[in-house]
């Protein structure tokens, strides 16, 4: 299994799928902070938290609750589960 997190925000535009340690997580794409991207944000595979690569907000991925940063607000978790082996995150954004 990797530990590399792939990170791909689907078609809407407004959530962000995060696949790593085998699990994935539908999360919203912007950070409540300042709109901060995700996408480009930095997933930590052991303690599942996601760091918003503008003002280094820090997530648990599996609550949406802030950890560290200058946010208190929480990420929406859309859904939270085993990745599924056989849809290749690197074949495209799908909608869930
Ligand atoms: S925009 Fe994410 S911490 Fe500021």
């Given at each position: 299994m990797s530990e590399e997190a792939v990170l791909r925000e689907l078609a809407d535009g407004e959530r962000l799928r995060v696949r790593v340690a085998g699990r994935e997580f539908v999360i919203d794409?912007?950070?409540?902070?300042?709109?901060?991207?995700?996408?480009?944000g930095h997933v930590n595979a052991r303690t599942l938290r996601i760091v918003c690569p503008l003002h280094r907000s820090s997530f648990?991925?599996?609550?949406?609750?802030?950890?560290?940063?200058?946010?208190?607000e929480a990420l929406t978790v859309y859904s939270d589960g085993?990745?599924?082996?056989?849809?290749?995150?690197?074949?495209g954004p799908t909608e869930r």
């Open positions: 794409a912007a950070c409540p902070h300042r709109k901060g991207r995700l996408v480009h648990d991925l599996t609550t949406g609750c802030p950890i560290a940063g200058p946010t208190t085993p990745a599924n082996a056989e849809d290749d995150p690197r074949k």
